[in-house]
């Protein structure tokens, strides 16, 4: 008999082994890292995010109006669980191992960090795989810091990124950056590299929409795409390693998630700086699992339509 009332943890597949012999709809895998955001002079506890995000996803349900379909889909996902805790470097590398052979067949990925360092071992896995990509990036910071004494952190993944040796990494853009948060010779640096970024008051779902357009003229074209709830007003998003007094609405990014999962071209979504420590009764974890339930409503009408 059909079981009433099904929670996305009812149905999706946990397997924490490496077997990619078979093709499934997602995957989820959990980067509990915030040793780069005590590098950053940040607030640490980014790194109890994953477990805590997961738990409130696997309550929801499928939507009503899609409820066979979005079942379907989680059905045949797969939950990776959460990298071991180790070193950043090496956390970083470990996550760029798991993701690798599944965006090599495709499959798209979410991550759940995690510091914004996260970012820099989910770029990795596409440099493994060898596959080139853009980047589009929602936060109040715009994360091209240099190194602090030749390591990385949490302000630093976009500039490790495209200062990678032979990167893969077509273009970075960064929207819903907050005036007071950034340099100009951060802007500079962004834009001399091809990239482009928009300040908070410029920042809108039409604008983010554009530019996935813009970037997805190629056959190939893949995007990686990063949402950090720093870039929330701390009055939706209180948990976070740097809160925001006069950030975005938690509709700009809960609609981007849908348009990111709907895209033909987005090939993995992460979600970064959830702080549980700072928390208030898990408000901004259970809005991180909202984010990432509506990137998978998003991933059910992309197959629907037939774009795989």
Known sequence: MKKSDLRIGDSIVSRMSGETDSKPSFILVGCPVDEGVTRNGGRPGASKAPPLIRKHLFKM?????????????????????????????????????????????????????????????????????????????????????????????????????????????????????????????????VEGLGGSYLLKEDTSTEKVASRLEALSGEIESRILMTLDMDVLDQSVAPGVSAPCPDGLPKSLLLKTARLAGEHKSVASLDLVEVNPLFDRDEQTARLGALIIWNFIYGLCERRDRGVV
């Open 61 to 189: 349900t499928p939507p009503a109006e899609r409820s066979d379909s979005f079942h379907d889909l989680v059905r045949n996902a797969r939950d990776l669980g959460d990298m071991p805790f180790t070193e950043m470097e090496d956390m970083q590398m470990g996550l760029a191992a798991r993701i690798a052979p599944w965006l090599e067949k495709k499959v798209p990925v979410i991550v759940l960090g995690g510091g914004h360092e996260t970012t820099f071992g989910h770029y990795l896995g596409y440099r493994q795989s060898k596959l080139h990509h853009d980047i589009i990036n929602i936060d109040a910071h715009s994360d091209v810091r240099p190194l602090k004494n030749g390591a990385g952190h949490s302000g630093s993944p976009f500039r490790q990124i495209l200062e990678d040796s032979g990167t893969f990494c077509r273009s970075y853009h960064v929207m819903g950056l907050q005036p007071q948060s950034v340099t100009k010779e951060h802007l500079e640096y």
